[in-house]
């Protein structure tokens, strides 16, 4: 076979787009428009010479001259065309061809199912055969509102209106099972867009509102439903149960209530009783996880003639270990503390005694003062120049045979991070 050598111009006179990245090139249609569009013009048509050639298909002809865009929508839209399971009119329709009879005659068969299900307290597949017969009815009315059905009979109309109300207030029972309580107040709403005196769709969504305690809601729901049947038991039931709970929650609301103002009271009378004893306070942009450990007043929070009580870490900068005290009182000394926290169970050389350490805490300025075993928290908070970092105090136990070594090196560093 032999290779014919194609013109240079071959590529301008072929006027064929090439689609990159799914866009169309300009210069012309794209491919499947032109396929669409030579499948029209060399089909011969009822005017052709020997007229007997029907025309083109109704479909085949209403896609002529759209883009391939608007044919692959249009026949996603066709079940046996369909690339994506998207809900719509067609494919319902489709559906409802599985079964023999009407529209009405099939979402009856339905919810006759869910029925049995229901009875059984199959509540997850009751549901869906409910939803089932919802789905062909709301095909049936999407079709008249469209204008595809001509003139319905409002007898048939009527009874589907009646299932299409019955299928949507039974599924609103199976999601109350199931505690899916937004589903059923939305079930529920649809039945009574239907049928505003539909005494179960009020039940159920009272019930339903009730659950996620909207208290108002349900009282509303439950009211219009008493006003229509004054005697119903179930929904009497209903009432009782919002009142209680109803009592419940503006009992817990009154709680939640006091304890802000509690938690008010003591964050007022801490400021106060700092900035009286003068004690320096800060909080960083990242405070350490302290979980209840805080500073507090105690024995009574909100009562100022009561004593300050620190979250207190010992730090043994020389071993990289510490002690914590929860509630290091400030009128309390280091020794006090020391006396049974030390010796410590790592220290195998014995540095670490009460009397055989000294005590420092860092100043505002970076420098260190050094503590005295007998001289209160209070004091050396007070009157020294030192600040209690995220409600934590912070004291550096170290050995006195190397204390002066390490206070040196502790100001040397010091001092390089504040040249650098």
């Given at each position: 076979m032999k290779i014919e050598e194609l013109a240079d111009d071959f590529a301008d006179k072929a006027q064929v787009s090439t689609p990159?990245?799914?866009?169309?090139?300009?210069?012309?249609?794209?491919?499947?428009?032109?396929?669409?569009?030579?499948?029209?013009?060399?089909?011969?048509?009822?005017?052709?010479?020997?007229?007997?050639?029907?025309?083109?298909?109704?479909?085949?002809?209403?896609?002529?001259?759209?883009?391939?865009?608007?044919?692959?929508?249009?026949?996603?839209?066709?079940?046996?065309?369909?690339?994506?399971?998207?809900?719509?009119?067609?494919?319902?329709?489709?559906?409802?061809?599985?079964?023999?009879?009407?529209?009405?005659?099939?979402?009856?068969?339905?919810?006759?199912?869910?029925?049995?299900?229901?009875?059984e307290k199959n509540w997850k597949d009751a549901k869906e055969f409910y939803g089932k017969g919802i789905q062909v009815l709301l095909a049936e009315v999407r079709k008249r509102q469209k204008g595809e059905q001509g003139d319905a009979d409002a007898e048939e109309i009527k009874k589907e209106v009646a299932v299409l109300e019955a299928c949507s207030v039974n599924r609103a029972a199976c999601h109350l099972e199931l505690k899916n309580y937004r589903s059923c107040i939305m079930d529920c709403s649809s039945a009574l867009k239907i049928n505003g005196k539909n005494i179960k769709a009020y039940y159920r969504s009272a019930k339903a509102l009730l659950a996620l305690d909207k208290i108002a809601e349900a009282d509303d729901a439950c009211a219009r439903g008493l006003a229509l049947d004054p005697e119903n038991k179930a929904l009497l039931a209903v009432a009782k149960d919002i009142i209680a709970r109803n009592e419940k929650v503006a009992a817990r609301k009154r709680k939640e209530a006091e304890m802000a103002v509690r938690k008010r009271q003591e964050e007022m009378t801490l400021r106060a009783a700092l900035k009286a004893r003068n004690i320096k306070v800060r909080k960083t942009a990242q405070p350490p996880e302290m979980e209840d450990a805080k500073i507090e007043l105690v024995p009574d929070p909100i009562d100022p003639a009561s004593t300050l009580s620190f979250p207190t870490v010992l730090l043994y900068p020389l071993t990289l270990e510490s002690d914590f005290i929860k509630g290091f009182n400030e009128m309390q000394t280091v020794g006090e503390h020391l006396a049974y926290i030390l010796p410590v169970p790592w220290d195998r050389k014995g540095e670490y005694t009460p009397a055989g350490v000294e005590c420092y805490m860092e100043t505002i300025t970076g420098g260190l003062i050094k503590v005295g075993r007998k001289v209160t928290l209070l004091k050396v908070l007070s009157e020294s120049n030192v600040e209690v970092v995220d409600e934590v105090v912070k004291i550096f136990m170290v050995p006195k045979a190397s204390a002066e070594a390490w206070v040196q090196e502790f100001k040397r560093k010091k001092a390089a991070e504040k040249s650098g």
């Open positions: 990159e990245d799914g866009a169309q090139q300009p210069g012309g249609p794209d491919l499947l428009t032109q396929a669409m569009n030579a499948f029209a013009a060399s089909s011969p048509t009822s005017s052709s010479k020997d007229g007997t050639t029907p025309d083109l298909p109704p479909a085949m002809a209403a896609l002529r001259d759209k883009s391939g865009e608007e044919i692959l929508a249009d026949l996603n839209k066709t079940p046996l065309f369909m690339t994506s399971l998207e809900e719509n009119d067609e494919l319902e329709a489709f559906k409802a061809l599985a079964y023999e009879g009407t529209p009405l005659e099939v979402a009856s068969g339905f919810k006759e199912r869910g029925n049995e299900c229901f009875k």
